[in-house]
């Protein structure tokens, strides 16, 4: 058995559409990081939105009310862009303290014209620029810290409060300052408007089905968020090999799925289509035993293209993404319990390629069955294309409609992200129902595949 | 012990029979030429021997197992070439040769490298078969047919392609190998080609087996073809039977043995018809069938 499963591995890594699909991945691959490191500056189209903004003020009628009114919004947005770009570590700063002064200034100046109020309010500016360009951040975590200390003299309980100056201490011990490109600051920013929200929601005594789930997603945020600040790991950033690794199944699922239809859709039907299939089945072997070693080279095959894609993203990866971010742990929050667990990125890559192999195994006996039925290799690769297109189609479908049949559609249980993605199943089906019905496929599948083969007459050509 | 022995082999492709009753053996050293019209059955008779086709009725017995009980031992001396050397076009004839050695167990390089020499393919046996020409994937046929060291060969016209030279080199070999007690099943449309080196003859036609003989019987069949001048071929019309022709105004075919031929002639003279010349030619193997077969055309 070994011999003949060797024999038809090597059959096809011999194939030329094999190396062509492997040299599209690597290219694919590469350009999939590039896109990665440079998704900021691809997303980042603020000196264009200057120059718009610029434009449209140009071509506004200043007499016009509603006219003066989006100029002066667009005045200020352009002012608050070039000071933000000017002081990148105080970004937070500039939007809370400084956003209504500067609205207001530029109300008066186009609008009301009151000389006093402007004064008044340039005054109010020019005191907080002069923190600002001194570079003095502390100064306002200080000036919030000493409002909420106050706060506290009223009301001691308040948990929302002592959360928020727990940040504020944390800030200033650690010498975090307001830089957005900085992911701590993030984190506490983040954090820091979560909390009012969730301490509302929190009150509240009952919730109604959006609120839950926000409620949910909160609780969610401000976990992830507190394990960014406590272990100082920068979890959140979306320009690393990391993210890429944890989004292997969406970048790469595609390619997964080529090589699984490619090498089963092929395996049977192309002995029979260049009469290999004579030779094959002439030697001193069983029928059953030459399908059962086509099968096993495929299941050997998934897992193992599985493995070599990824050690290619990780290659391609650390060269241009550098493997820096791989300390950093991928952070699951199990909603049921509220624990935030942490994996390795490897092994959480590992467990979320192993929830996805029955989908590609059972993609890959589809079209494989099909290619023992039909000896064509392109009716089984179109045919299980379909097949995939059409189950993602009633996946959906089953996610609005709830139909009886729909349970035991085999796209609805192939699928055991939400294990390891610790959420509940869509669908609300048991793992081990989940399992059944998977082992009820492949049961039906071989045994069609196996008649048929046992039976199959090779036709004169 | 016969090593193959087809007994009543019927084969059908829904309602259609295109096998009935075909039944004939091969033994030790045999090289029995498989003859039939274009869509007799040649072909579909080999495939159901080498378990391509499932037999409808009837059984096959290789080496003395039952092919259909139990196929893994009748198939493991044979060796075969059905319709065109169909192998691996992307690898080269060595890799496809060790792929298939690798259906087999216990058999060495060394015996790989001196069936490649067997078959002269020992020049270009590194170069990928896409780049063969027919005649050289015909020997790498061949040399297939020959790797698990078989005691019955199934050839399925192996001349397709093949060179003058190819086809001594062939002759040669089965020949060699049918003194070593192969038993070689050969067809070919060309029934020139097998006449020179088989001792057995099967005719097929519409499915059934017209005929089997040996070489020998065939070659006793004591009628000889001889062609006649004369001087005017419309007078002697009415003396000829109907398996003689004529063939232009002066020269005229009838089969006849020694003694009738005599008699013919003299008869004609008698008839006051003027006789220049008589050649004997000796009958073909197809015309020897034709004759069997009751007069009936073959391809």
Not at chain 2, 276 to 283: I, S, T
Request: net charge neutral.
């Amino acid at each position: 058995m070994i011999k003949l499963i060797n024999a038809e591995l090597k059959k096809i890594f011999r194939k030329k559409s094999f190396l062509i699909v492997t040299i599209i991945f690597i290219l694919y691959c590469i350009l999939t990081n590039v896109i990665y490191k440079e998704m900021d500056t691809l997303l980042e189209m603020d000196d264009l939105s200057i120059n718009e903004l610029e434009n449209i003020n140009n071509s506004l009628n200043l007499n016009d009310k509603e006219d003066l009114e989006e100029y002066i919004t667009n005045k200020t947005d352009i002012e608050i862009s070039k000071l933000k770009d000017k002081y990148k570590s105080m970004e937070i700063i500039i939007d809370k303290y400084l956003y209504n002064l500067i609205y207001e200034r530029n109300n008066i100046k186009y609008n009301t014209l009151d000389e006093e109020e402007l004064n008044n309010i340039n005054n109010n500016i020019d005191n907080i620029m002069s923190y600002i360009k001194s570079n003095n951040w502390q100064y306002f975590t200080k000036l919030e810290k000493e409002e909420i200390e106050e706060k506290l003299k009223e009301n001691k309980d308040d948990e929302r409060l002592n959360e928020l100056l727990k940040l504020k201490e944390y800030r200033l011990k650690n010498n975090i300052n307001y830089d957005y490109n900085n992911y701590l600051n993030n984190a506490i920013d983040t954090i820091e408007t979560d909390l009012l929200e969730y301490y509302n929601l929190k009150n509240k005594e009952v919730l109604t089905k959006d609120e839950e789930e926000r409620f949910t997603s909160l609780k969610e945020e401000m976990a992830i968020n507190n394990y960014i600040i406590d272990h100082k790991v920068d979890a959140n950033n979306s320009n690393t090999l990391r993210a890429v690794l944890t989004n292997f199944p969406n970048e790469f699922g595609l390619f997964i799925l080529i090589y699984v239809v490619m090498i089963s859709g092929s395996i049977v039907s192309e002995e029979f289509n260049k009469g290999t299939i004579k030779y094959l089945l002439t030697k001193p072997h069983k029928r059953s035993t030459i399908l059962t070693a086509k099968l096993l080279t495929i299941i050997i095959l998934i897992p193992f293209i599985i493995i070599f894609m990824s050690l290619i993203e990780i290659i391609i990866g650390s060269l241009i993404l550098g493997i820096k971010s791989l300390s950093v742990p991928v952070l699951i929050y199990e909603s049921s319990t509220g624990i935030l667990k942490s994996y390795h990125v490897l092994k959480y890559l590992a467990l979320l390629l192993i929830s996805t192999l029955p989908e590609y195994l059972i993609l890959a006996l589809v079209c494989f069955l099909l290619s023992t039925i039909t000896t064509s290799t392109s009716a089984a690769i179109t045919i299980t294309f379909l097949f995939y297109l059409i189950s993602n189609v009633i996946s959906n479908l089953a996610l609005l409609y709830n139909i009886k049949i729909f349970k035991y559609f085999i796209a609805l249980h192939w699928n055991f992200n939400y294990l390891v993605n610790k959420t509940s199943n869509p669908y609300n089906f048991k793992p081990i129902f989940s399992l059944g019905i998977i082992s009820i496929y492949i049961i039906i599948i071989l045994c069609i595949s196996y008649i048929y083969f046992n039976k199959k007459d090779v036709k004169n050509i | 012990m016969n090593i193959l022995k087809v007994e009543n082999l019927s084969k059908k492709f829904g309602k259609k029979e295109v096998l009935k009753n075909v039944s004939f053996e091969i033994n030790k050293g045999d090289i029995l030429a498989f003859i039939g019209p274009n869509g007799a059955g040649k072909t579909t008779t080999i495939k159901c021997l080498l378990g391509l086709q499932k037999i409808t009725k009837g059984k096959v017995t290789i080496n003395g197992y039952d092919l259909k009980k139990n196929f893994v031992k009748a198939i493991s001396k044979v060796g075969c070439l059905v319709e065109a050397p169909d192998v691996y076009m992307y690898l080269t004839g060595y890799e496809n040769l060790i792929m298939q050695k690798n259906y087999y167990k216990n058999i060495s390089e060394e015996e790989i490298m001196s069936i490649i020499k067997l078959v002269g393919l020992e020049n270009r046996i590194y170069d990928k078969v896409s780049k063969y020409s027919l005649g050289m994937r015909e020997r790498l046929g061949i040399a297939i047919a020959l790797i698990n060291n078989p005691n019955l060969l199934i050839l399925d016209e192996p001349t397709n392609g093949l060179d003058p030279e190819g086809i001594k080199d062939l002759r040669e070999l089965l020949l060699k190998l049918a003194k070593n007690g192969v038993g070689i099943l050969i067809s070919s449309h060309n029934l020139s080609e097998l006449e020179s080196f088989c001792n057995k003859v099967c005719i097929i036609s519409h499915g059934e087996i017209l005929s089997v003989k040996s070489i020998q019987e065939i070659k006793k069949i004591d009628e000889n073809k001889y062609i006649i001048k004369t001087d005017d071929t419309t007078k002697i019309k009415s003396y000829l039977s109907s398996s003689d022709q004529i063939i232009d105004n002066n020269y005229f075919e009838v089969i006849k043995d020694e003694i009738d031929i005599a008699k013919f002639i003299k008869k004609l003279v008698l008839k006051d018809i003027n006789i220049y010349e008589v050649k004997k030619e000796a009958l073909s193997l197809e015309e020897a069938f034709i004759n069997i077969a009751g007069g009936k055309k073959i391809d």
